[in-house]
């Protein structure tokens, strides 16, 4: 590997816990807003998160459900009006609710700018999701942290896919091994790694035992140096978390983890 010259961060899970307390609500309140009586339930969103993309995720429901309405173009509207309202909605509950950033991630941020590494985001989220995410944490100028954003649509195609890392790799103009992605799920996982781009796992709620291959490092989060595969090297500084050079190790580990994960 050569220097890390950026950190490309997914958004849903990672920077934040967004799909159960967020996503989540606001789709149910986007279905009782257009007087239906349809729920996900903290277990069926979970299997609803295999799909990526909110309203990729509505019609994925939609069509196999025998209330829902039987025209394609029919169930195209209803998704874009759903969805629409959920954004909306979503926007509120962050904005309200306060859903935190997770541990370590605004230290790394932190980190990752005072060491003049870049930072991206990688997301299959719609860029009003993430603004409004990162307004709230970051402050009005929350954008001007990112030297590149890659949302829900400015791809053809979502992650798994890996088009969301070539453009974000295109953009700063950097190779797959100048870079590290930071995700939570399987789909992510294999969207960096299609790209070629050596990725961590810090797991969320709905998928902390999921069955994740080809990251460099999986563990329960950046705000811990516990629980960690491959284990980071115990520390002198007072911080409990996961910084850059414990990046910059698991990349040099690559080959070796490669082989056991
Ligand atoms: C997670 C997703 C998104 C969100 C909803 O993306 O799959 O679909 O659940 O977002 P990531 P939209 O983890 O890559 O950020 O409704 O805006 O599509
Ligand atoms: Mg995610």
């Given at each position: 590997m050569s220097e890390l010259k950026a950190v490309l961060w997914d958004v849903?899970?990672?920077?934040?816990?967004?799909?159960?307390?967020g996503h989540r609500v606001a789709f149910n309140l986007a279905f009782d807003a257009c007087g239906l009586s349809w729920r996900w339930d903290e277990a069926r969103y979970g299997e609803l998160?295999?799909?990526?993309?909110g309203k990729e995720r509505l019609l994925h429901d939609m069509e196999r459900r025998?209330?829902?309405?039987?025209?394609a173009t029919e169930r195209a509207r209803l998704a874009n009006l759903l969805h629409a309202k959920k954004n909306a909605f979503y926007a509120d509950i962050v904005a309200h609710?306060?859903?935190?950033?997770?541990?370590?991630v605004g230290e790394l941020l932190d980190e990752c700018a005072d060491r003049g590494v870049l930072l991206g985001i990688a997301t299959t989220t719609s860029r009003i999701n993430v603004e409004a995410l990162l307004r709230v944490h970051?402050?009005?100028?929350?954008?001007?942290?990112?030297a590149v954003l890659v949302c829900g649509?400015?791809?053809?195609r979502k992650k798994p896919d890996p088009e969301v890392y070539f453009q974000a790799l295109r953009a700063l103009g950097?190779?797959?091994?100048d870079v590290v992605a930071i995700e939570d799920s399987p789909g992510g996982a294999s969207a960096a790694r299609a790209a070629d781009v050596p990725v961590v796992i810090t797991r969320s709620a709905y998928f902390l035992n999921a069955t994740i291959e080809g990251a460099i490092a999986i563990g329960?989060?950046?705000?811990?140096?516990?629980?960690?595969t491959p284990a980071l090297h115990p520390t002198l500084?007072?911080?409990?978390r996961v910084g850059l050079d414990d990046l910059v190790d698991w990349c040099a580990q690559m080959d070796t983890v490669s082989q056991f994960m």
């Open positions: 849903d899970g990672t920077l934040a816990e967004t799909e159960r307390d998160l295999r799909i990526t993309g025998s209330d829902g309405p039987v025209l609710a306060q859903i935190p950033l997770r541990e370590g970051l402050g009005d100028q929350w954008a001007r942290s990112f649509e400015d791809v053809q950097l190779g797959p091994l329960p989060g950046l705000g811990t140096r516990s629980g960690w500084e007072q911080e409990e």
